[in-house]
Each structure stands twice: as C-alpha cells, then as structure tokens.
C-alpha cells in the first residue's frame, strides 16, 4: 500500500474532501440553513465575534457573499450584529443563544453519524484512526 507523496496527497485529499461532504449531508437532516451558512455559524461558534471581513477571510469569501451569509442567518435568529463598545463603527456578528442551539444541533447529529460508522470497525482500525487524526490535525495547522 505505499505510494508516492503525489498519490498519497491525491488519495488522502479525495478521502478527506468525500468524508467532509458525508458529514456535513448528514448533518442537515431538515436543516434551512445552507452548508455556506452552517460553517459560518461554526466558525463563530469556535472564535466567538468577528467582523463580517474578519469572519470572510475565515471562511475564504468575499465580503459581499459573506454580508448575505449572515444577513440569512441573522433573518432566521441565529446571530445578531452589534457594534464594538470601544469603536461604535466596527461592528461584530455574534451568535445568539438560538444559534449555539441551532450549531449544537448539527454537530451533535453529524457526530452519531460518525460514531454509528466508527463503531462497526475493528478495534486496530480505530486505533490506527485515532492517531491519523493526530496526523490530519498537525497537516491542517496553518503554520507553515
């Protein structure tokens, strides 16, 4: 099973792309909100209140798309917009008690889904994942 770092980079980016799009399908059962707007409500969940420009360069958007992400997300409650108490100009997107609900939700479901597939493994197969997530964590880092 060895392969050149070409393939293995190949191989591990399709597998890793396919799992994402599993996780996030499954998630969404009756969900409203779009996939778009689920990893912005996440990532404000993970770092707490951002700027929409700081919050569009998280998520790799220009700043228009993301002003229409969280005007739908602030639409259906699950953020809000308030303005900085040390410059009333900048203002944050925060997510609001119905969002933490809303996000808590979603990673709860996407979480059995995974939990149901890891479970028909092998012992020595989850070990072995276990420390490739320790792998994919130190590849995913953003130092350089």
Do not use: C
Not at 14 to 26: D, I, K, M
Not at 32 to 37: C, F, G, K, R
Not at 39 to 51: K, S
Not at 100 to 125: M, Q, T, V
């Amino acid at each position: 099973m060895s392969r050149t770092t070409p393939e293995l980079a190949s191989r591990l980016r399709s597998s890793v792309a396919r799992l994402g799009r599993r996780l996030r399908q499954e998630g969404m059962v009756n969900e409203e909100a779009t996939p778009s707007q689920l990893t912005a409500l996440a990532t404000l969940f993970r770092t707490g209140p951002m700027t929409l420009g700081e919050l569009a360069a998280a998520e790799r958007v220009k700043p228009p798309t993301m002003t229409r992400i969280v005007a739908a997300l602030e639409e259906r409650g699950l953020v809000r917009r308030e303005a900085s108490a040390a410059d009333g100009r900048v203002v944050h997107v925060i997510v609001t008690p119905d969002g933490r609900n809303a996000h808590e939700e979603y990673r709860k479901r996407r979480d059995a889904w995974l939990r149901a597939k890891l479970a028909k493994l092998s012992a020595p197969e989850r070990h072995t994942l276990a420390w490739a997530a320790e792998i994919l964590d130190r590849l995913a880092e953003r130092s350089e």
